[in-house]
């Protein structure tokens, strides 16, 4: 009786929804911030039309002007007055709900496989621009209206009962003798910086996988192709080939990889793109796989491309910008997997070839046929040597790389046939005659020569370390000495980090960093104690450091945030290079408390990923940690009896961790 009753209560009352103009800011503006990810969803609208050619003008090479236009043009079958109402002016229809997943033959063109789906692609414009000019003919008929983004995004309550009314412009409803087509105009650009014409052109062509000789995309007038570049290493082999490929959920990719003799200095030409139904949907990444030092070197030259059309055929996996996928979903999943084996594979080959190919020189040859005289630990020795030298990737370049190696080589060999000569006269001056038997003992430690050098780095690594312990434990003030120290010896940060600047505020780190104008605005006269540059993928890192043991809360944060949010937008607003848009800007705070009351506000900032916090504890535990560990590989190559390394091993302070220090005040 009672549910009953709730639901004739409920059924008097009306709830309604309304979509606020500025939900446009997402969908346009930050969902395809950049010139080249916007074009690519018009022509993408061009190539669902069954249009054969794309014409894309665009101002390039010199600083963007006010009453500058991008027009993109196609020769599709455009659309009747009814059907931009009902479809090209229904933001978020999926096209696939309501027609067919292929288009009908037009014009001499065979059926097509659709790529849209989310029907907000439309909106990419007002990344770039406040206006659309939409002119679109079919039957000879004009439709041309214009969408401007102020109008929309002022409107509290967009989607209300009237809905917005584009402008019709003057020529719309007449009749014409041009051909079908569609042309958008975008006007009032929010593009500050000059376009680099070449720069465009290959970003947009890595875009789009569809490019042949029934699709065809002209910037500036020039077509645009899609060329390899050149590779010392292809899989498969044959330039424009792809191998096929079942995953363990029983879908099929098809796949190519290269490296490159060089490292390839685009960003965007580095790593896997993920194609599906020949529209990029995912940028380039290498499945979220990092691997040692030599793998992520190797990973400077790899380039490839994926097509995975099932990651768009029941479940929408696609980020709306076509950026990224949804990896952790079940369907995606095997796909990721995959590619991380894929890459470790493709590293592994690629170490074996280019070494293979250095080992062919006549020099080294002659070098490893020498050194099957000598004893067989000595061959083992030299061998595994040659092969290191021979993975090198820099010594690949050019004719001087390979004389390099020629070199190092034989370089090699001398030292291991002659290693410990005057070391031997030095010992055998202070022996008599029959000493000389000691000899063969003396050769024998050249193979830890390495292991008692890199021991004096450790050492010296510990002692700095113990004393950025005993730093932290004074509370030291973070100005000067906390900063200094920090500054001298940037590994205690992260070791895999770059340190670029000091004190420097964030005006300056914009112009000397990413080459771009200062701001001029109150803001950019802030400083952060440093900036650094992080992993593979070139994150930067805004870092305050505060003095061990002081209280911070959400002062310090809303500080770390305003520098992390400034770069950012600054960033993409300057900024039309592709690179900086996908650059990442975070921060670090170093501070050991934090006030109970305004913890939440911290961890929120940690949860939006716009900064983390490190303890002074949580740095010293890992720098302790890390060289613990290495220290002890190091002594694991040296003979356990060997007296330099025992006088090294008794010389360096006690490798302990803090857990391990708590431990023993625990026992």
């Known amino acids: ?74 020769d599709g079958q455009g659309m009747s007055y009814e059907e931009c109402n009902l479809f090209y002016l229904l933001v978020g229809r999926n096209r696939r709900s309501t027609q067919n997943e292929w288009t009908k033959e037009y014009n001499g063109l065979s059926p097509r496989k659709v790529q849209g789906r989310k029907g907000i692609g439309k909106l990419a414009g007002f990344g770039v621009a406040n206006i659309i000019d939409v002119r679109t003919i079919k039957e000879k008929e004009v439709s041309h ?8 995004t002022k409107s509290s309550e967009f989607a209300d009962a009237q809905g917005y009314e584009p402008d019709a412009l003057p020529d719309d409803g007449e009749k014409t003798k041009e051909n079908p087509g569609t042309a958008i ?26 490019l042949d000789s029934e699709f065809i995309v002209h910037v500036n007038g020039k077509a645009i192709t899609r060329q390899e570049i050149p590779f010392q290493f292809r899989f498969p082999e044959k330039t424009g080939e792809w191998e096929t490929t079942d995953l363990k959920n029983g879908q099929q990719i098809q796949w190519w990889a290269g490296f490159c003799k060089n490292t390839i200095p685009n960003e965007e030409q580095r790593g896997f793109v993920v194609y599906v139904r020949g529209k990029l949907a995912q940028t380039p990444w290498f499945f979220d796989l990092s691997g040692g030092v030599w793998g992520q070197h190797g990973m400077q030259y790899l380039t490839g491309e994926v097509k995975a059309d099932f990651l768009d055929e029941r479940v929408d996996l696609i980020a709306t910008d076509r950026g990224t996928i949804r990896w952790e979903d079940p369907i995606a999943f095997p796909l990721k997997e995959w590619g991380r084996k894929k890459i470790k594979e493709l590293l592994g080959s690629w170490t074996d070839k280019r070494r293979e190919d250095k080992e062919k020189s006549p020099r080294i040859i002659r070098y490893l046929e020498q050194a099957k005289k000598l004893p067989k630990r000595e061959q083992q020795t030299f061998k595994t040597v040659v092969n290191r030298i021979c993975s090198i990737p820099q010594l690949d370049k ?54 008692i050098s890199t021991a004096h780095l450790v050492k010296g690594r510990i002692e700095i370390i113990q004393k950025f312990r005993q730093m932290i434990e004074e509370k030291v003030p973070e100005k000067p000495d906390m900063q200094n120290y920090l500054k001298e010896h940037p590994w205690l940060i992260d070791p895999k980090w770059t340190m670029l600047a000091h004190e420097k505020s964030l005006d300056t780190l914009i112009k000397e960093e990413f080459g771009l104008p200062s701001s001029g605005e109150k803001e950019g006269r802030d400083r952060p104690d440093f900036f650094c540059i992080g992993d593979k993928y070139q994150t930067a890192y805004v870092i ?114 803090v857990e391990e220090r708590k431990t023993d005040r625990r026992s």
């Open 185 to 210: 105009t975008l006007s009032q650009l929010k593009i500050n910086r000059a376009i680099n014409e070449k720069e465009f052109k290959t970003s947009l062509a890595r875009r789009l996988l569809v």
């Open 398 to 451: 050019d004719k001087a790389g390979k004389e390099i190696t020629d070199e190092l080589v034989e370089f090699v060999y001398n030292a291991l046939t002659n290693r410990s000569f005057f070391e031997a006269i030095k010992r055998l001056n202070a022996v008599s005659a029959e000493d000389v038997a000691r000899f063969n003992k003396i050769l024998s430690e050249w193979d830890i020569m390495e292991a």
């Open 145 to 152: 209206f214009k969408l401007d983004f102020e109008d929309i």
């Open 1 to 74: 009786m009672a549910r009953r009753q709730t639901r004739k209560n409920a059924s008097k009352r009306k709830y309604t929804m309304t979509v606020a103009g500025q939900l446009f800011n997402h969908l346009g503006l930050q969902m395809y911030s950049g010139a080249v990810p916007a074009i690519s969803e018009f022509i993408s609208n061009a190539y669902d039309a069954m249009a054969r050619n794309v014409w894309v003008t665009i101002p390039t090479g010199r600083p963007i002007e006010s009453d500058d236009q991008i027009i993109v043009k196609d």
């Open 544 to 657: 305050d450091v505060k003095r061990p043991g002081l209280l911070v809360g959400r002062d310090e944060f809303d500080q770390i945030r305003n520098y992390v949010l400034f770069l950012r937008r600054i960033l993409q607003k300057q900024s039309t290079d592709s690179e900086h848009g996908r650059s990442l800007v975070k921060g670090l705070l170093i501070a050991d408390r934090i006030r109970e009351d305004d913890r939440e506000h911290g961890q929120m900032g940690q949860d939006s990923g716009v900064f983390d916090i490190r303890t002074w504890q949580s740095l010293l535990m890992g720098a302790e940690a890390m060289h613990k560990e290495f220290f002890n590989v190091v002594k694991m190559r040296a003979p356990f009896d060997d007296p330099r390394m025992k006088e090294l091993s008794t010389s360096i302070p006690e490798v302990d961790t």
